[in-house]
């Protein structure tokens, strides 16, 4: 049995491979109207998926064994709706005992347990889940993805992953920017705020968990260090949603590396089945992705959102950078998610996102607020140098001789002038004075 080591590996992947969570809502319980309508499956054996090129061809193949689940999602991505509940087997998820049109409420809710409890009395053996389709939020997540995906698939492909790994968000948001789940996940990519922490800024003024840029730059940097301690993309993905430290474990204890194998063997509480679907989830979300206008042929997409980017490298104010350029501030945000409608001040070391046609005015507001902060600058320094002369040239020099008795506190306030001012003058550690000492006393005049 081949057996990976995991010890000090093991640590590091649980010290700086957090998973980010996957916060889409996946299978929600569904309601029935007040009759049920039951619509027999058009084929309850779905149809097989397209053979896929050999693992040394393509880096993310369809596994041997997981092209009928590939296909599942297919069906709750494009066929059936958020009123369609699939009841199927959660360990062959392929195979569907029905569909009902159930509306989501509570009766519903109650509805889809009876009808899971029927179907279960009636398939000795089987394990039923029920599963909504999402052809609705799916499709819309397609539109909208759209206006960032060639910026993504080029980040993807600068860092020596595998592009299409950029729909992933079509499994994990459904490409919402604002897309929030109950734990803390966050943006496209559903970082949660630990993870995002050991890529982006996360904060309450700047969370780039919600720029679709600056994060996808994030998820490549994770995905590529779940590839190299995982040593396989289908490993990578899924762990994703469980983590790589999960996934560690799993091969250790199986001796393998084959995710179908994993899927099929591997038993731990927190492996369920979300873990177990995501990459087929993945899978079926990048050939729908790939082939959209076949799926959903009167989709309208989104228009491609081409943004240059400006370093900036100190703290400007938001206002004085927007006034010259004639941008408006909600334009701006929504090239820059990432800043909060609170921002006043844009970071040191944030890009700013504009189109082409407005950096150039972004750009040249930015410089000539640097010059202006250079110059003022050291307007400061040479005033604060000038001061600094006029009050050694304003103040004159007395000689006092100490006479018996006399200390520093009397002589000070004989002429009015502080103790600490004598001392310094006098370059005196202490309070003591002997009689007839001479003592130079600042007076200003």
């Known amino acids: 049995m081949r057996t990976w080591r995991i010890t000090g590996l093991f640590c590091l992947v649980l010290a700086g ?32 998926a397209t053979p896929a090129p050999a693992a040394a061809e393509n880096p993310l193949p369809v596994l041997p064994g997981l092209e009928k689940a590939v296909e599942f999602w297919k069906q709750v991505f494009t066929r059936y709706g958020a009123n369609d509940v699939i009841f199927h087997d959660r360990q062959e998820p392929f195979k569907v005992y029905k569909v009902i049109s159930i509306e989501d409420s509570p009766v519903g809710r109650k509805a889809i347990k009876e009808e899971i409890e029927s179907i279960s009395q009636s398939e000795p053996g089987s394990d039923v889940r029920a599963q909504r389709g999402i052809s609705e939020r799916f ?26 790994i950029a729909y992933l968000p079509l499994v994990e948001s459904s490409f919402d920017l604002n897309a929030r789940s109950s734990v803390g996940a966050l943006g496209i990519w559903q970082f949660m705020p630990s993870t995002g922490k050991n890529y982006m ?55 393998t ?53 400006l370093s900036v490298e100190r703290n400007v104010s938001l206002a004085a950078l927007l006034k010259p350029s004639g941008i408006s501030q909600s334009e701006f ?28 005015a972004l750009e040249s507001a930015y410089q000539r607020l640097a010059r202006t902060a ?14 600094i002369e006029a009050s050694k040239s304003s103040i004159e020099w007395v000689m006092h001789h100490v006479a018996p008795g006399e200390t520093l506190y009397k002589i000070a306030r004989n002429y009015r002038v502080t103790v600490d001012a004598i001392q310094q003058a006098n370059k005196l550690k202490g309070h003591q004075i002997a009689p007839g000492q001479q003592l130079k006393i600042p007076k200003k005049t």
């Not at 720029?211 to 301690?229: C, E, G, H, M, W």
């Not at 800043?339 to 001040?345: E, I, V």
Request: with cysteine.
């Open 139 to 164: 499709s819309s997540g397609l539109a909208v993805s759209r206006r960032y995906i060639d910026q993504m698939r080029q980040i993807f492909r600068e860092e020596g992953l595998p592009e299409d």
């Open 333 to 360: 945000l929504q090239w820059n998610p990432a800043l909060s409608a609170k921002a006043r001040d844009i970071p040191a070391g944030y890009r700013i996102k504009a189109p082409t046609e407005k950096l150039s």
């Open 17 to 48: 491979l957090v998973c980010a969570y996957a916060g889409h809502a996946r299978a929600q319980a569904p309601t029935p109207m007040a009759t049920p309508t039951v619509t027999p499956p058009a084929s309850t054996a779905v149809p097989a």
């Open 257 to 309: 590396d084959n995710l179908v194998e994993i899927i099929r063997r591997y038993q731990a509480p927190s492996f369920g089945f979300a873990s177990k679907s995501f990459y087929a989830e993945f899978l079926a979300a990048v050939e729908v992705a790939r082939r959209g206008e076949e799926f959903f042929p009167e989709l309208q997409y989104h228009l491609p959102l081409a943004l240059d980017e």
């Open 374 to 387: 250079s110059a003022g600058k050291a307007a400061v320094v040479a005033a604060s140098k000038s001061t």
């Open 201 to 255: 800024r996360v904060g309450p003024i700047l969370d780039e968990r919600r720029d679709p840029i600056d994060s996808t730059r994030a998820a490549a940097r994770f995905l590529k260090q779940n590839y190299n301690v995982l040593g396989n993309w289908p490993l990578a993905i899924t762990a994703y949603n469980h983590g790589a430290g999960g996934m560690l474990r799993a091969m250790n204890e199986l001796g």
